[in-house]
C-alpha cells in the first residue's frame, strides 16, 4: 500500500515541463479563483501559477489514504489531503472542495476546506476517444474510454501497467493492484474506462499520454482468446506482414531457437526463415529449443527479416539446431537476415569490454562487424587476433536504417554477425606476427628494454656501493668512539678504582680498627672486574663470536674455581660477529647461572657445552647437585632475570630439574 501510495503521488506530481528551469517553474499564487474544473484543462498545458480553486463535483474515492478523485463535466482531477479522505465519502457523492492547484500540474490539486453536499450519483458514461485524439492533448484530464489490444502487462511497485496498442500507437494504462484481479491475456482486445492524462516535454515537444484506472469495473474484456489457440502462419504464407495487420494485431509463430540474447530476446528459424523475438520473459531458452510464439509485428520493420515485439512464448520440447546457412559475400546478408550464418573473413580491428568484445571482420572489399558477450571472453582473446583468417558461425543482423532495401553488386550492406560462444569460431590461419610495423615495434621494445636495464644494473650497483661505502665510514666512526670510551674507562675509571683499592688496603694494615675497609677494598676489586667485562664489551675488536667465547670460559674459570667442572666451548671457532644485543646480555645472563650453581647447587660436578648450528649459539651449563622445583620455586628474582634476558637476546630457554636430581639449564640465541 505504501509503494503504492508513493508511485500515484510521483506521477500525479512530476512537472509537466521536463526541460524547463527551476527559475521558469517558479509558483505565484493569484488572487484568482477558479470555480469551472475544466478551466484547469487550460492550466494544465501551460502550467505556471498556483491558482486558489472553489469546486463542487462527482467523488470517486478509489482506495488511496489521502487521494480523492473528483469529477465534474467530464473532467477528473485528484485532490490531495493533508492527513487523510474525510470519512463516508460514497463513489457519486456530491462534494466541494477549497484549496491550491499544485501550478506546474494542475490536475493534483491541495483541499484546504471539504464538505459533502448531497448522495451518491450514477458515474456518467465515458467518452469514446482514439489515440488520434489521445496524442493531441485536447482530451487530457477527461473521463474516456478506448478500446484496444493488450499488448503487455507487468506489475510494478504495487501496481499493473499495461501496454494497449489502440488506433496508431501504444497507450500505458496504470492499475492499483487492488482494483483489478483478473487476468488480461496478452493478445485479448479489451475497453477500459479511465483518466486521460498527457505530459508534454517542452524540449523535445513529445507528447506522453496515459491513463490511470479507477475501478474494476472500468476495463471489460471483449474477447480473452488464448493467443496460443489462434492459427500458427508461417513465413512463407505471411510474408513480411505490414505493421497494424494480422489477427488482433498479432501473429503466432512455430519454430526453433537459434540464439537468444540476454538482453534482446531470441531468434528462431521457421521455415527455413530467421524471425528476431523481443520478449520481457526471463525464462531461459537454449539453442535448440522448440517454442510456440505469439506477438506483434514490429514498427521498426524496414524491409528485411520479420522482428516480433512484446512476445510471449511457449516450449514445447527440444530439436537439432539449425544448420548455418553459408555466405559467400557479404552481399547475401539481406536475404538472410535473423538467420543462423555461417561466413569466413580476416579479423581487423578488436575492441574488448567487460563482458564481450567487438570485431571487424575483412571479407573482400566489404567490412562487417562481429559482436560476442559471453563469459569466455579470455578465450575469444586467444582466437580472434588482428590478421587471422576465421570462419564465424552466428545469427545474422542486418541494420535496416542503413541501406535501402535495394542493394545493388557494389554497394555496401551494413550487417552485423551475433556469436553464441567461442565455438563458434574458428581460425583457418593464425595471423603472421612477425608484420614490418610489429618487427619495429619488437625492435625498439627490446633496444629500449635493453637500455633501461643496463641503467638500472648501473643505477643500482652505484646505490650499493654509495651505501656501503657509508655504511662502512659510519661504522668506522662508531668503532672509533667505542675504543675512545672503552680507553677512558680503562685508564681514568679503572686507574681510580684501583686507587681506591690500594687505599683501603693500606688503612686495613695501618688500622685494622676501623671496621668495613675490607669492604671498601672488595667493591673496589669487585667493580674493577665489572668495569672490565663493560670495557671488552665496547671494544669493537671483541665483537666476534671468538672473543665472546674466549671471554665465557675465562669467567667460568674464575667463578668455578676449586670445583669439578668440564668445558666443552673450544669446538665454537668463528670469526662471525655477535648482534649488540647478544654481547650486552650475555655475560651477565652466564654469570647468573655459574653464581646460582656456586651459592645454591652444592654440586660436585658441573658440565658447560656448547655448539653453533643454524646461526644459534647453544649451550648448556648441567651439574649434580641437590635440585630443586622450577614450578614452585620462590626464591629471589634469579628465573625470572634469566628468562627476561634470554628474551631480550631474542632466545629460548628452558630449565630441567628436580629435587635431588642436579639442574640442566639450556638456552639457544641467534649470534647475529
Given at each position: 500500500m505504501v509503494h503504492l501510495k508513493i508511485l500515484l503521488l510521483v506521477i500525479l506530481l512530476l512537472p509537466a515541463a521536463w526541460g524547463t528551469s527551476s527559475a521558469d517553474q517558479a509558483d505565484v499564487v493569484t488572487n484568482t479563483v477558479i470555480t469551472n474544473m475544466s478551466d484547469l484543462v487550460e492550466i494544465?498545458?501551460?502550467?505556471?501559477?498556483?491558482?486558489?480553486?472553489?469546486?463542487?463535483?462527482?467523488?470517486?474515492?478509489f482506495g488511496m489514504e489521502n487521494l480523492l478523485a473528483m469529477m465534474s463535466g467530464g473532467v477528473v482531477v485528484f485532490v490531495d489531503f493533508a492527513d487523510k479522505v474525510p470519512p463516508g465519502v460514497m463513489r457519486g457523492d456530491i462534494i466541494e472542495a477549497e484549496g491550491l492547484t499544485y501550478g506546474n500540474m494542475a490536475h493534483t490539486i491541495s483541499a484546504s476546506r471539504f464538505s459533502r453536499i448531497g448522495e451518491g450519483g450514477k458515474l456518467p458514461d465515458?467518452?469514446?476517444?482514439?489515440?488520434?485524439?489521445?496524442?493531441?492533448?485536447?482530451?487530457?484530464?477527461?473521463?474516456?474510454?478506448?478500446?484496444?489490444?493488450?499488448?503487455?502487462?507487468?506489475?510494478?511497485?504495487?501496481?499493473?501497467?499495461?501496454?494497449?496498442?489502440?488506433?496508431?500507437?501504444?497507450?500505458?494504462?496504470?492499475?492499483?493492484?487492488?482494483?483489478h484481479k483478473r487476468d488480461l491475456p496478452v493478445g485479448s482486445e479489451v475497453e477500459v474506462s479511465g483518466v486521460i492524462y498527457s505530459r508534454c516535454n517542452e524540449c523535445s515537444h513529445a507528447m506522453h499520454p496515459y491513463m490511470v484506472v479507477l475501478y474494476d469495473d472500468c476495463i471489460r474484456i471483449i474477447d480473452s482468446k488464448d493467443p496460443f489457440s489462434l492459427p500458427v502462419y508461417t513465413p512463407s504464407y505471411y510474408r513480411l506482414p505490414a505493421?497494424?495487420?494480422?489477427?488482433?494485431?498479432?501473429?503466432?509463430?512455430?519454430?526453433?531457437?537459434?540464439?537468444?540474447?540476454?538482453?534482446?530476446?531470441?531468434?528462431?528459424?521457421?521455415?527455413?526463415?530467421?524471425?528476431?523475438?523481443?520478449?520481457?520473459?526471463?525464462?531461459?531458452?537454449?539453442?535448440g529449443d522448440e517454442v510456440d510464439v505469439f506477438g506483434f509485428v514490429s514498427c521498426d520493420l524496414a524491409g528485411y527479416s520479420l522482428v516480433l515485439e512484446d512476445a510471449v512464448f511457449r516450449k514445447h520440447g527440444k530439436a537439432p539446431v539449425p544448420q548455418p546457412v553459408k555466405m559467400t559475400s557479404p552481399l547475401q546478408a539481406s536475404v538472410n537476415d535473423a538467420r543462423l550464418v555461417e561466413i569466413q573473413g580476416t579479423v581487423g580491428p578488436v575492441q574488448w569490454g567487460l563482458e564481450g568484445g567487438r570485431w571487424e571482420?575483412?571479407?573482400?572489399?566489404?567490412?562487417?562487424?562481429?559482436?560476442?558477450?559471453?563469459?569466455?571472453?579470455?578465450?575469444?582473446?586467444?582466437?580472434?587476433?588482428?590478421?587471422?583468417?576465421?570462419?564465424?558461425?552466428?545469427?545474422?543482423?542486418?541494420?535496416?536504417?542503413?541501406?535501402?532495401?535495394?542493394?545493388?553488386?557494389?554497394?555496401?550492406?551494413?550487417?552485423?554477425?551475433?556469436?553464441?560462444?567461442?565455438?563458434?569460431?574458428?581460425?583457418?590461419?593464425?595471423?603472421?606476427?612477425?608484420t614490418p610495423r610489429n618487427t619495429a615495434v619488437a625492435l625498439g621494445i627490446s633496444t629500449g628494454s635493453l637500455a633501461l636495464v643496463l641503467v638500472a644494473m648501473m643505477t643500482v650497483v652505484r646505490v650499493r656501493m654509495r651505501r656501503e661505502a657509508e655504511e662502512r665510514r659510519h661504522q668506522e666512526a662508531v668503532d672509533f668512539e667505542r675504543i675512545r670510551i672503552a680507553k677512558d674507562l680503562h685508564d681514568v675509571v679503572g686507574a681510580n678504582l684501583g686507587a681506591i683499592s690500594l687505599l683501603a688496603e693500606i688503612i686495613e694494615d695501618d688500622h685494622p680498627e676501623i671496621p668495613n675497609v675490607r669492604n671498601i677494598s672488595r667493591t673496589a676489586v669487585s667493580s674493577i672486574q665489572g668495569l672490565k667485562e663493560i670495557v671488552w664489551m665496547i671494544d669493537p675488536k671483541h665483537d666476534s663470536l671468538d672473543e665472546l667465547i674466549r671471554m665465557l670460559r675465562s669467567i667460568a674459570e674464575v667463578m668455578l674455581a676449586g670445583m669439578d667442572y668440564e668445558s666443552n666451548l673450544d669446538c665454537i671457532a668463528?670469526?662471525?660477529?655477535?648482534?649488540?644485543?647478544?654481547?650486552?646480555?650475555?655475560?651477565?645472563?652466564?654469570?647468573?647461572?655459574?653464581?646460582?650453581?656456586?651459592?645454591?647447587?652444592?654440586?660436585?660436578?658441573?658440565?658447560?657445552?656448547?655448539?653453533?648450528?643454524?646461526?644459534?649459539?647453544?649451550?648448556?651449563?648441567?651439574?649434580?647437585?641437590?635440585?630443586?622445583?622450577?614450578?614452585?620455586?620462590?626464591?629471589?628474582?634469579?628465573?625470572?632475570?634469566?628468562?627476561?634476558?634470554?628474551?631480550?637476546?631474542?632466545?629460548?630457554?628452558?630449565?630441567?630439574?628436580?629435587?635431588?636430581?642436579?639442574?640442566?639449564?639450556?638456552?639457544?640465541?641467534?649470534?647475529?
Open positions: 494544465n498545458r501551460s502550467p505556471g501559477e498556483v491558482l486558489a480553486f472553489k469546486f463542487r463535483g462527482m467523488a470517486l474515492p465515458p467518452m469514446d476517444v482514439g489515440f488520434d485524439d489521445i496524442i493531441s492533448g485536447l482530451v487530457d484530464m477527461q473521463w474516456a474510454r478506448v478500446k484496444g489490444v493488450v499488448r503487455r502487462v507487468e506489475s510494478s511497485s504495487g501496481c499493473t501497467w499495461v501496454s494497449l496498442r489502440t488506433g496508431g500507437g501504444r497507450l500505458h494504462i496504470m492499475m492499483p493492484y487492488f482494483l505493421y497494424g495487420h494480422g489477427p488482433r494485431n498479432g501473429i503466432r509463430f512455430k519454430g526453433v531457437v537459434s540464439h537468444r540474447d540476454a538482453t534482446d530476446g531470441f531468434w528462431i528459424s521457421c521455415n527455413d526463415v530467421g524471425v528476431h523475438v523481443r520478449t520481457w520473459s526471463m525464462e531461459r531458452l537454449e539453442p571482420v575483412i571479407n573482400g572489399t566489404n567490412r562487417f562487424d562481429v559482436l560476442y558477450k559471453g563469459i569466455d571472453v579470455e578465450k575469444m582473446r586467444d582466437v580472434m587476433v588482428s590478421g587471422s583468417s576465421v570462419r564465424l558461425t552466428g545469427i545474422c543482423v542486418v541494420d535496416p536504417t542503413a541501406d535501402s532495401g535495394h542493394v545493388s553488386r557494389s554497394s555496401r550492406i551494413t550487417f552485423r554477425i551475433l556469436m553464441r560462444s567461442a565455438s563458434d569460431v574458428q581460425v583457418l590461419q593464425p595471423a603472421s606476427w612477425w668463528s670469526g662471525r660477529p655477535v648482534s649488540p644485543e647478544v654481547r650486552r646480555n650475555i655475560l651477565p645472563f652466564f654469570k647468573e647461572i655459574l653464581h646460582n650453581v656456586r651459592k645454591h647447587a652444592r654440586a660436585s660436578k658441573v658440565v658447560i657445552n656448547g655448539t653453533l648450528e643454524s646461526g644459534e649459539l647453544r649451550m648448556t651449563v648441567a651439574d649434580n647437585g641437590c635440585g630443586f622445583d622450577p614450578a614452585s620455586s620462590s626464591g629471589g628474582n634469579g628465573l625470572g632475570n634469566l628468562r627476561q634476558r634470554v628474551k631480550d637476546m631474542h632466545g629460548e630457554i628452558s630449565i630441567n630439574s628436580s629435587p635431588g636430581s642436579g639442574t640442566s639449564i639450556c638456552f639457544r640465541v641467534p649470534v647475529e
